[in-house]
């Protein structure tokens, strides 16, 4: 596969055809996964979760976030890395800055923060000197104790209307790419119509750009023995963990995951 750029996921977009987005953690599953055909590795906070086993994204530290997109980067073969600014790491234009460059020089591409529009001038910011930003909007993960749990987001009409404006700003403020988590999929597909940038949806239905996991959630892996409505388990009926990946990347492809059960 040729290098993924941000204009290979601008022309998937145009050309109506999914973008596929894997969490990895290191080298060998970004090398594994990057077989299977995942565009887009995303180094994400989840790791707080699923490896060192936390029960929120909070405690993850930046210096955590560096060292396994150090990993992931020995791994890659051509997948464009994003990797997540950790909690409270960016709520200062000065801490975006220092925390962005020092993802970018572990081997990240683009980065990725939680919120709305009042990131507008970090995302500004960071794009002039040179760091392609994607925001993760819906359930933001980072506020989780604000949002009162792992719950839903935009099914108001209000709170519906202020994502797709949020999401309207942060195209205009330099933002290269949206990840929406757990909103309705008719507002996902309205959002997605709506700007020109890529959307990746987890949890937001089936039209949007693309498609996320978490890697260890795919592959039916899970601490607490519970899964949330929006993740299938690709393992099932696969012989090992390269097929599964590759199922992932086939069935986002074809349109045929995400399915209406795993939709809100
Ligand atoms: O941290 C993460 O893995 C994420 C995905 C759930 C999108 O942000």
């Given at each position: 596969m040729p290098d993924v750029t941000?204009?290979?996921l601008n022309k998937l977009k145009r050309n109506g055809e999914k973008i596929v987005c894997l969490t990895a953690y290191d080298a060998t599953?970004?090398?594994?996964?990057?077989?299977a055909g995942v565009e887009v590795i995303l180094i994400g906070d989840s790791l707080g979760m699923v490896l060192q086993g936390h029960d929120s994204t909070l405690p993850v530290t930046i210096d955590d976030m560096a060292y396994h997109t150090q990993c992931v980067k020995r791994g890659n073969q051509g997948a464009l890395?994003?990797?997540d600014l950790s909690f409270m790491t960016y709520a200062t234009l000065?801490?975006?800055l220092a925390n962005?460059?020092?993802l970018m020089q572990a081997g990240a591409h683009m980065v990725k923060i939680e919120g709305g529009s009042w990131l507008a001038e970090s995302v500004t910011t960071l794009v002039r000197n040179g760091i392609p930003v994607?925001?993760?909007l819906g359930l933001t993960p980072q506020t989780v104790n604000v949002l009162g749990g792992y719950k839903v987001q935009g099914r108001e009409e209000a709170?519906?209307?202020a994502l797709l404006a949020d999401c309207k700003a942060l195209e205009a403020a330099g933002a290269s790419m949206l990840v929406l988590e757990c909103v309705p999929s008719s507002l996902a597909a309205e959002i997605t119509r709506s700007v020109g940038i890529p959307v990746i949806g987890i949890g937001a239905g089936s039209e949007t750009d693309g498609q996320v996991l978490v890697v260890h959630d795919m592959?039916?892996?899970?601490l607490s023995g519970r899964m949330p409505r929006f993740v299938k388990n690709f393992m099932t009926g696969q012989p090992d963990i390269q097929s599964a990946v590759r199922a992932y990347v086939e069935a986002v492809k074809a349109v045929e995951f995400p399915a209406a059960e795993h939709e809100f």
């Open positions: 941000l204009t290979t599953f970004a090398h594994m996964e990057c077989q890395i994003m990797a000065e801490q975006a962005s460059a020092r994607c925001v993760h709170q519906a209307k592959l039916g892996l899970s």
